[in-house]
Protein backbone atom coordinates (compact mmCIF):
# COMPACT_ATOMS: atom_id res chain seq x y z
CA UNK A 1 0.00 0.00 0.00
CA UNK A 2 0.89 3.48 -0.57
CA UNK A 3 2.24 5.61 2.32
CA UNK A 4 1.19 8.95 3.32
CA UNK A 5 3.61 10.81 5.80
CA UNK A 6 2.17 14.68 6.66
CA UNK A 7 4.70 17.08 8.26
CA UNK A 8 4.64 18.87 10.52
CA UNK A 9 2.35 17.15 13.12
CA UNK A 10 1.64 20.25 14.85
CA UNK A 11 1.94 24.03 13.95
CA UNK A 12 1.65 27.08 15.65
CA UNK A 13 0.90 30.19 13.80
CA UNK A 14 -0.54 33.59 14.18
CA UNK A 15 -3.71 35.16 12.59
CA UNK A 16 -3.19 36.86 8.90
CA UNK A 17 0.82 34.39 9.13
CA UNK A 18 1.45 32.12 5.79
CA UNK A 19 1.77 28.98 5.94
CA UNK A 20 2.82 25.10 4.31
CA UNK A 21 1.79 22.12 4.80
CA UNK A 22 3.43 19.39 3.28
CA UNK A 23 2.30 15.76 2.41
CA UNK A 24 4.49 13.49 0.98
CA UNK A 25 3.79 9.79 -0.66
CA UNK A 26 5.62 6.52 -0.53
CA UNK A 27 5.71 6.42 -4.49
CA UNK A 28 3.50 8.38 -7.22
CA UNK A 29 0.10 9.33 -7.19
CA UNK A 30 0.43 11.43 -9.89
CA UNK A 31 -1.71 14.26 -8.85
CA UNK A 32 -4.86 12.07 -7.28
CA UNK A 33 -4.63 14.04 -4.10
CA UNK A 34 -7.43 15.46 -1.62
CA UNK A 35 -7.15 17.75 1.51
CA UNK A 36 -9.68 17.69 3.94
CA UNK A 37 -10.13 19.91 7.32
CA UNK A 38 -11.39 18.91 10.41
CA UNK A 39 -12.79 20.61 13.47
CA UNK A 40 -12.99 19.09 16.84
CA UNK A 41 -16.28 17.16 16.90
CA UNK A 42 -17.39 17.34 13.23
CA UNK A 43 -16.70 15.73 9.98
CA UNK A 44 -14.01 16.47 7.92
CA UNK A 45 -14.57 18.15 4.66
CA UNK A 46 -12.67 18.57 1.39
CA UNK A 47 -10.76 21.90 0.72
CA UNK A 48 -8.56 20.50 -2.35
CA UNK A 49 -8.77 18.03 -4.88
CA UNK A 50 -6.51 16.72 -7.70
CA UNK A 51 -4.20 18.14 -5.60
CA UNK A 52 -4.96 21.53 -6.73
CA UNK A 53 -8.50 21.98 -7.68
CA UNK A 54 -10.41 24.24 -5.54
CA UNK A 55 -13.64 22.87 -3.76
CA UNK A 56 -16.87 25.01 -4.03
CA UNK A 57 -17.43 27.10 -1.49
CA UNK A 58 -13.57 27.24 0.07
CA UNK A 59 -11.90 30.24 0.50
CA UNK A 60 -9.45 31.25 -1.77
CA UNK A 61 -6.97 31.64 0.70
CA UNK A 62 -6.50 28.06 0.75
CA UNK A 63 -4.36 26.63 -2.34
CA UNK A 64 -2.87 23.07 -3.08
CA UNK A 65 0.27 22.11 -5.67
CA UNK A 66 1.97 19.65 -6.45
CA UNK A 67 2.41 15.96 -8.41
CA UNK A 68 3.86 12.72 -8.14
CA UNK A 69 5.05 12.15 -4.58
CA UNK A 70 5.35 15.60 -2.98
CA UNK A 71 2.25 18.25 -2.56
CA UNK A 72 1.51 21.46 -0.58
CA UNK A 73 -1.32 22.85 0.91
CA UNK A 74 -0.59 26.57 1.75
CA UNK A 75 -2.81 28.94 3.78
CA UNK A 76 -1.88 32.36 2.52
CA UNK A 77 -3.40 34.13 5.37
CA UNK A 78 -4.55 32.24 8.41
CA UNK A 79 -8.24 33.23 9.97
CA UNK A 80 -9.57 32.11 13.15
CA UNK A 81 -11.59 29.98 11.26
CA UNK A 82 -8.59 28.26 9.94
CA UNK A 83 -7.15 26.56 13.20
CA UNK A 84 -8.41 23.12 13.33
CA UNK A 85 -6.08 19.80 11.68
CA UNK A 86 -5.67 19.10 8.38
CA UNK A 87 -5.45 15.45 6.15
CA UNK A 88 -3.84 14.44 2.95
CA UNK A 89 -5.43 11.73 0.92
CA UNK A 90 -4.62 9.60 -1.76
CA UNK A 91 -6.61 8.40 -4.29
CA UNK A 92 -4.44 6.84 -7.21
CA UNK A 93 -5.23 3.25 -5.61
CA UNK A 94 -7.46 1.74 -3.37
CA UNK A 95 -7.12 1.46 -0.40
CA UNK A 96 -7.20 4.83 0.32
CA UNK A 97 -4.54 5.96 2.26
CA UNK A 98 -4.92 8.86 4.21
CA UNK A 99 -1.69 11.08 6.42
CA UNK A 100 -1.18 10.86 9.95
CA UNK A 101 -2.59 14.91 10.12
CA UNK A 102 -1.37 18.37 10.73
CA UNK A 103 -2.64 20.11 13.90
CA UNK A 104 -2.71 23.97 13.22
CA UNK A 105 -2.49 25.51 16.60
CA UNK A 106 -2.85 29.42 17.42
CA UNK A 107 0.24 30.93 18.60
CA UNK B 1 -28.10 19.24 -1.60
CA UNK B 2 -26.59 15.91 -1.24
CA UNK B 3 -26.39 14.52 2.16
CA UNK B 4 -25.70 11.46 4.32
CA UNK B 5 -27.29 11.48 7.50
CA UNK B 6 -25.98 8.67 9.98
CA UNK B 7 -27.68 6.64 12.91
CA UNK B 8 -27.35 7.46 16.06
CA UNK B 9 -24.27 6.58 19.27
CA UNK B 10 -24.39 3.43 20.21
CA UNK B 11 -23.46 1.82 23.49
CA UNK B 12 -22.71 -1.93 23.57
CA UNK B 13 -20.67 -4.48 25.37
CA UNK B 14 -17.54 -6.75 24.09
CA UNK B 15 -19.05 -9.13 22.67
CA UNK B 16 -22.39 -8.01 21.30
CA UNK B 17 -23.10 -7.38 17.46
CA UNK B 18 -23.73 -3.96 16.17
CA UNK B 19 -24.95 -2.87 12.86
CA UNK B 20 -25.02 1.21 11.79
CA UNK B 21 -26.69 3.16 8.69
CA UNK B 22 -25.81 5.68 7.06
CA UNK B 23 -28.78 7.18 4.52
CA UNK B 24 -27.92 9.02 1.19
CA UNK B 25 -30.23 11.51 -0.54
CA UNK B 26 -30.20 14.81 -2.70
CA UNK B 27 -28.49 12.09 -5.64
CA UNK B 28 -28.86 8.94 -7.20
CA UNK B 29 -27.66 6.26 -4.76
CA UNK B 30 -26.83 3.47 -6.56
CA UNK B 31 -24.05 5.51 -9.03
CA UNK B 32 -21.79 6.36 -6.46
CA UNK B 33 -19.16 3.78 -3.99
CA UNK B 34 -20.11 4.62 -0.22
CA UNK B 35 -17.60 4.29 2.34
CA UNK B 36 -16.51 3.88 6.16
CA UNK B 37 -13.58 6.02 7.64
CA UNK B 38 -12.77 5.12 11.26
CA UNK B 39 -11.33 7.18 13.75
CA UNK B 40 -10.25 6.18 17.14
CA UNK B 41 -10.76 8.98 20.15
CA UNK B 42 -7.98 11.42 19.41
CA UNK B 43 -6.17 9.52 16.23
CA UNK B 44 -6.20 10.18 12.56
CA UNK B 45 -8.66 8.77 9.66
CA UNK B 46 -8.45 5.12 8.86
CA UNK B 47 -10.12 4.06 5.63
CA UNK B 48 -12.19 1.11 5.73
CA UNK B 49 -13.92 0.18 3.21
CA UNK B 50 -15.85 0.88 0.35
CA UNK B 51 -19.58 -0.58 -1.75
CA UNK B 52 -20.67 -0.08 -4.95
CA UNK B 53 -25.50 0.13 -4.17
CA UNK B 54 -25.51 -0.93 -8.25
CA UNK B 55 -24.11 -4.44 -7.58
CA UNK B 56 -22.71 -4.34 -4.15
CA UNK B 57 -19.40 -4.98 -4.98
CA UNK B 58 -17.55 -4.18 -2.03
CA UNK B 59 -13.99 -3.55 -1.65
CA UNK B 60 -11.75 -3.75 2.05
CA UNK B 61 -8.96 -2.23 3.35
CA UNK B 62 -6.84 -5.18 4.65
CA UNK B 63 -6.78 -3.72 8.06
CA UNK B 64 -10.50 -4.38 8.09
CA UNK B 65 -11.15 -7.51 5.87
CA UNK B 66 -13.10 -9.90 7.78
CA UNK B 67 -13.60 -7.40 10.92
CA UNK B 68 -16.55 -5.91 9.91
CA UNK B 69 -19.55 -6.28 7.12
CA UNK B 70 -20.25 -3.44 4.86
CA UNK B 71 -23.50 -3.89 3.19
CA UNK B 72 -26.25 -1.65 1.14
CA UNK B 73 -29.73 -1.60 0.82
CA UNK B 74 -30.19 0.07 -2.84
CA UNK B 75 -34.19 0.11 -2.45
CA UNK B 76 -33.90 2.73 0.75
CA UNK B 77 -30.73 4.31 -0.11
CA UNK B 78 -29.05 3.08 2.74
CA UNK B 79 -25.22 1.46 3.69
CA UNK B 80 -24.70 -0.26 6.70
CA UNK B 81 -21.73 -1.14 8.68
CA UNK B 82 -22.15 -4.35 11.09
CA UNK B 83 -19.58 -5.91 14.04
CA UNK B 84 -20.71 -9.55 15.12
CA UNK B 85 -18.79 -9.34 18.00
CA UNK B 86 -17.38 -6.32 19.21
CA UNK B 87 -14.00 -5.47 21.16
CA UNK B 88 -13.32 -2.25 23.54
CA UNK B 89 -10.89 -1.73 21.16
CA UNK B 90 -13.42 -0.66 18.00
CA UNK B 91 -14.67 2.26 20.72
CA UNK B 92 -14.15 5.32 17.90
CA UNK B 93 -16.15 7.50 15.42
CA UNK B 94 -17.31 6.02 12.44
CA UNK B 95 -17.94 8.16 9.54
CA UNK B 96 -19.88 7.20 5.98
CA UNK B 97 -18.55 8.85 3.00
CA UNK B 98 -19.34 9.20 -0.71
CA UNK B 99 -17.00 9.02 -3.34
CA UNK B 100 -17.30 12.16 -5.28
CA UNK B 101 -17.27 10.70 -8.85
CA UNK B 102 -19.94 8.99 -10.17
CA UNK B 103 -19.42 5.00 -10.54
CA UNK B 104 -15.55 5.66 -9.91
CA UNK B 105 -14.07 3.86 -7.12
CA UNK B 106 -10.80 6.18 -6.98
CA UNK B 107 -12.11 9.69 -6.05
CA UNK B 108 -12.05 11.99 -3.25
CA UNK B 109 -14.51 11.90 -0.28
CA UNK B 110 -17.35 14.47 -0.49
CA UNK B 111 -19.87 14.67 1.34
CA UNK B 112 -19.30 12.85 4.77
CA UNK B 113 -21.59 12.03 7.35
CA UNK B 114 -22.23 13.67 10.79
CA UNK B 115 -20.79 10.34 11.99
CA UNK B 116 -21.59 7.88 14.68
CA UNK B 117 -19.94 7.22 17.76
CA UNK B 118 -19.76 3.55 19.00
CA UNK B 119 -18.73 3.35 22.38
CA UNK B 120 -17.96 -0.80 23.50
CA UNK B 121 -17.59 -0.61 27.07
CA UNK B 122 -18.59 -3.42 29.65
Known amino acids: DIQMTQSPSTLSASVGDRVTLTCRAS??????LAWYQQKPGKAPKVLIYKAFKLESGVPSRFSGSGSGTEFTLTISSLQPDDFATYYCQQYNSYPYIFGQGTKLEIK | EVQLVQSGAEVKKPGESLKISCKGSGYRFSNYWIGWVRQMPGKGLEWMGV????????RYSPSFEGQVTISVDESISVAYLQWSSLKASDTAMYYCVRVALAAALNGWLDPWGQGTLVTVSS
Open chain 1, 27 to 32: QSIDSW
Open chain 2, 51 to 58: IYPGDSDT
